[in-house]
């Protein structure tokens, strides 16, 4: 198990530093057969992979678990079929409609995009106010197991300049680093490519 040791190591040293400062950690296992792309770029480029298998992924849940035991985050997975449910961890939506009704819901334009009521309580076992949703949000374009809401993406592929070897926003490095240099020379456009 060393390769998930390893990694719970770095996961532990980022999470040690950003204690106290966020609330939440996400994660998810790489698919990398699942992304064309990004198995092409790691291939293209020989970097050595290999895919999570469930044992692989239970020991780094449990692990992950006992590690935040001393961050008190709230442990989410982005799109994965695994049931970690036993080590607190629960399946997330990154683009999350409960977030927002948590942090946002003075914002009555946006409450009623995502199709929220409140409704004052008025009995014994519901004094306080109820929410109810009328509205599944569920982004039907996504993959099945992504929780996310609709929402509009303002990123364009080809453009990040960091280059990472298992990107899938980038099919061609050469493309990134043109795009970038246009969007150096012209920043204040109203495309990300300077365009």
Known sequence: RSGCDDL??????????LKGYTEKLVF?????RTYRKVQANLEKNDVAYREFEQEDMLYIAENLAKLNSKWGLAL?????????????????KCIDDDLMIKYFSND??????????FVQG?????????????????DKGQ?????CIVSKDIGEYNTCPHLCEY???NASKDAAVRNWQQH????????IIGR
Request: net charge negative; aromatic share 8%; proline share 3%.
């Open 8 to 17: 719970l190591s770095k996961i532990e040293n980022i999470g040690d530093q």
């Open 28 to 32: 998810s296992y790489a698919d990398i």
């Open 76 to 92: 989410a997975t982005c799109g994965e079929k695994i049931d970690i449910d036993q080590f607190g961890i629960q399946h997330n």
């Open 108 to 117: 009555q334009k946006l409450m009623e995009f995502l199709g929220v009521e």
């Open 122 to 138: 008025g009995d014994l076992f519901n004094p306080g106010v109820t929410i109810i949703k009328r509205k599944d949000n569920k």
């Open 143 to 147: 993959r099945q197991l992504c929780g």
């Open 167 to 169: 990107c899938y926003a």
């Open 184 to 191: 150096k020379q012209n920043p204040y456009s109203e495309t």
